[in-house]
């Protein structure tokens, strides 16, 4: 769902308001590198693909209906359950080893020996064209979310423009400062789930010992290292 | 027609909405109001042409998301004074009023219009950059 018209026109109203003599056209066009900035840096808008896999075959292209692939998250395989985005994964899905050295095509490592289903997991940023308005095409959660510190990124951008009425290097440096401050916190939140106080990292649980001597070798054992 | 495709699509003003407004209002400004006219109505869209060309230099972004009409391309240009929509925000009209009757004036050659010229253009360009302009040459320098 994309940018809603009263979120918009909200950050606008205070884009006027702080930036004397700014054009509608100007902000606008500011704007869109605003949010690929921010979307890019973060990583923060991510989609679901579900992508259907036939044996033997490795390559498959990916599409998104709205902004840019950027980035490759993961690839869970479903099995034959159709993937639902967003849904819970089966009980038996795993994880499938996968690149993207082109944008836009998935590159399974272990060619798939039935048919089935894939969730594949990309990074998405704005593209071009805008609607007809001149708004970047992004997610409806952006701006509610997000809009102080895209706003920030905003009056940074332009206040940084020489030969202007609003030019303020000053202020223009503080307003990217803050920006940048907030497309970590976003990185951060995506990373996390949007949790709050969640761990946001656990031990690799291919490398956990479950024994109570937590793997060291007894004394005198086989694996006993000696040097 | 044109003003429910400009930009967001929402309602601009009507204040300075086409090239006759801009000529009439700048009429005023030139105290030329009665006819035969000083200024003639070519010699004023001419004028506007040229503040326009003048306003993309230093203002790009108030052209480059123009919606063209087909055949259309650059900077919008007027052949006479009849009643066409100029394209402009509206926080920018006022400039490019300015802007056109400045042109107007520099053709003059008397100490008066000299200085009226450059305050106009002072006003043009500080509404547009909020920079100040090269001063204008005076009489007999």
Redesign the interface.
């Known amino acids: 769902m994309a940018i809603q018209k009263h979120d918009f026109e909200q950050l606008m109203t205070q884009a006027r308001v702080k930036l004397v003599?700014a054009?509608?056209?100007?902000l606008?066009?500011e704007l869109f590198d605003v949010f690929s900035e921010f979307l890019n840096d973060s990583s923060a808008w991510t989609q679901d693909l579900p992508v259907a896999y036939q044996p033997q075959k490795q390559d498959y292209p990916l599409f998104v209906s709205e902004g840019q692939i950027i980035r490759l998250n993961g690839v869970f395989d479903w099995g034959t359950t159709v993937p639902v985005p967003g849904g819970p994964p089966p009980a038996n899905s795993v994880p499938v080893p996968a690149l993207m050295p082109d944008i836009g095509t998935l590159i399974v490592k272990n060619p798939p020996q039935a048919s089935g289903y894939f969730l594949v997991t990309v990074t998405t940023n704005v593209a071009l064209p805008t609607d007809r308005?001149?708004v970047p095409v992004a997610p409806d959660w952006l701006l509610p979310v997000w809009h102080v510190g895209l706003l920030d990124g905003l009056l940074g951008k332009m206040m940084t423009q020489p030969?202007?009425?609003?030019?303020n290097s000053t202020q223009g440096a503080y307003h990217l400062k803050r920006f940048r401050d907030a497309i970590s916190r976003a990185r951060v939140s995506k990373l996390r789930a949007n949790t709050l106080g969640a761990q946001a990292w656990r031990f690799p649980q291919q490398f956990r010992t479950v024994s109570q001597q937590s793997g060291v070798p007894a004394i005198g054992s086989a694996s006993e290292r000696s040097f | 027609m044109l003003r429910g495709l400009l930009f967001l699509g929402w309602l601009m003003s009507s204040a300075l909405e086409t090239i006759t407004d801009y000529i009439n209002d700048g009429r005023t400004l030139l105290q030329d109001t009665i006819a035969p006219y000083r200024y003639d109505d070519p010699s004023l869209v001419t004028a506007m042409n040229v503040t326009l060309l003048e306003g993309r230099r230093i203002r790009p972004d108030l052209f480059v998301y123009r919606r063209c009409k087909p055949n259309e391309r650059g900077v919008q240009s007027f052949q006479a004074n009849d009643g066409t929509i100029l394209e402009m925000e509206e926080q920018f009209r006022l400039a490019f009023l300015h802007g056109m009757v400045a042109h107007a004036l520099e053709r003059d050659q008397e100490d008066i219009q000299d200085a009226r010229a450059a305050t106009f253009m002072k006003i043009f360009n500080g509404i547009l950059t909020g920079a100040q302009p090269m001063p204008a040459a005076t009489a007999g320098t």
């Open positions: 003599g054009s509608d056209a100007g606008k066009g308005n001149m030969n202007k009425t609003y030019s």
